[in-house]
């Protein structure tokens, strides 16, 4: 059964084009109704095919199919672990394990999020649903993520990227504690010419903004809360190494040490934003992973007090 989306036109949408009013009642984007005004039953007025310049009356209900297309070049389905943590017709959350890439680097690449995905869908008969990530994690970052299941549904939720709709907070263990225990990190972000994959702080970097909040000591790390108000690549990595606390495990901005973790030590740990399609808030939690709950064994010190 293919998956389609439904409106009903009200009376201050009267004497609108169809294409309008799906624009304003179910957020679809030029490139999707491009894409279904073709289709045979892509776009249905109460029932029977209309055109995009139609003119609709108060009461009309509008139609629209919203499945993708049959196939989608260089992902490949391919079995894998998947902690699915919730999942309807639109979208599907995400507990993501570490050392796991999101999509992948190469069109050979299978296993990764994207090709365990589209092997899920398709063993679960979920016919024309490809991979439609809202937000990505590094490869060794932890815990929730969310994928949409069709365009419609991604831009929504793309939409609300960095807006109080859609919130995202991490925990993270550092080398020593942050001074002072909480504040924002208001320092622009650029890639690192001297290198391939390292980010940097530095004036002509694009902003980004980090707010973190010391939630209590364990020994030489703490263990810290982290928000974002923007996403830039490796930001916390980045902010925390900047502040002279770079996460535990951090090859790359920090001290690797296999022995103690073998990846730098971050968690998504919560993730809310509203239903794209009925605007429900959705909230998710998932506790930090056994690695780097292991490094927090013992009795725990709250933070350190702030200077005065």
């Known amino acids: 059964?293919?998956?389609?989306?439904?409106?009903?036109?009200?009376?201050?949408?009267?004497?609108?084009r169809v294409d309008a009013v799906?624009?304003?009642?179910?957020?679809?984007?030029?490139?999707?109704l491009r894409r279904i005004k073709w289709l045979p039953d892509g776009i249905l007025l109460d029932g029977q095919r209309a055109?995009?310049?139609?003119?609709?009356?108060?009461?009309?209900?509008?139609?629209?199919?919203?499945?993708?297309?049959?196939?989608?070049?260089?992902?490949?389905?391919?079995?894998?672990?998947?902690?699915?943590?919730?999942?309807?017709?639109?979208?599907?959350?995400?507990?993501?394990?570490?050392?796991?890439?999101?999509?992948?680097?190469?069109?050979?690449q299978t296993d990764t999020l994207g090709n365990f995905l589209l092997w899920h869908y398709a063993q679960?008969?979920?016919?024309g649903t490809l991979f439609h990530p809202v937000h990505r994690l590094d490869?060794?970052?932890?815990?929730?993520?969310?994928?949409?299941?069709?365009?419609?549904?991604?831009?929504?939720?793309?939409?609300q990227l960095h807006t109080p709709g859609f919130r995202r907070a991490y925990l993270a263990l550092t080398l020593g504690a942050p001074t002072p225990p909480a504040g924002t990190v208001d320092a622009p972000i650029r890639k690192d010419p001297a290198s391939a994959?390292?980010?940097?702080?530095?004036?002509?970097?694009?902003?980004?903004?980090?707010?973190?909040?010391?939630l209590s000591l364990h020994g030489p790390y703490a263990l810290v809360r982290l928000v974002l108000d923007t996403g830039r690549t490796h930001q916390i990595r980045v902010h925390l190494a900047h502040l002279g606390h770079p996460l535990v495990g951090d090859f790359l901005y920090g001290a690797e040490d296999r022995a103690l973790l073998s990846r730098p030590a971050l968690h998504a740990y919560h993730l809310s934003f509203l239903h794209p399609v009925t605007a429900a808030?959705?909230?998710?939690?998932?506790?930090?992973?056994?690695?780097?709950?292991?490094?927090?064994?013992?009795?725990?010190?709250?933070?350190?007090?702030?200077?005065?």
């Open 281 to 308: 808030r959705l909230a998710f939690t998932q506790p930090l992973p056994a690695d780097m709950a292991r490094l927090l064994a013992g009795p725990a010190e709250g933070p350190p007090p702030a200077p005065e």
């Open 51 to 108: 055109f995009v310049s139609a003119l609709v009356s108060p009461g009309q209900v509008l139609d629209v199919a919203v499945d993708d297309p049959a196939r989608q070049p260089g992902l490949l389905p391919a079995p894998g672990p998947l902690d699915l943590v919730f999942e309807d017709d639109h979208l599907v959350v995400l507990n993501k394990q570490a050392g796991v890439l999101v999509h992948p680097v190469v069109p050979e």
């Open 1 to 16: 059964m293919s998956r389609r989306l439904t409106c009903t036109v009200t009376p201050d949408q009267a004497g609108m």
């Open 197 to 214: 994959i390292a980010h940097q702080v530095h004036p002509l970097g694009l902003r980004a903004v980090t707010h973190y909040e010391t």
């Open 139 to 159: 490869r060794g970052t932890t815990g929730l993520m969310v994928a949409a299941k069709h365009p419609s549904a991604q831009t929504a939720l793309k939409n």
């Open 22 to 32: 799906l624009r304003q009642s179910l957020g679809l984007t030029g490139s999707v």
């Open 124 to 127: 679960t008969g979920q016919a």
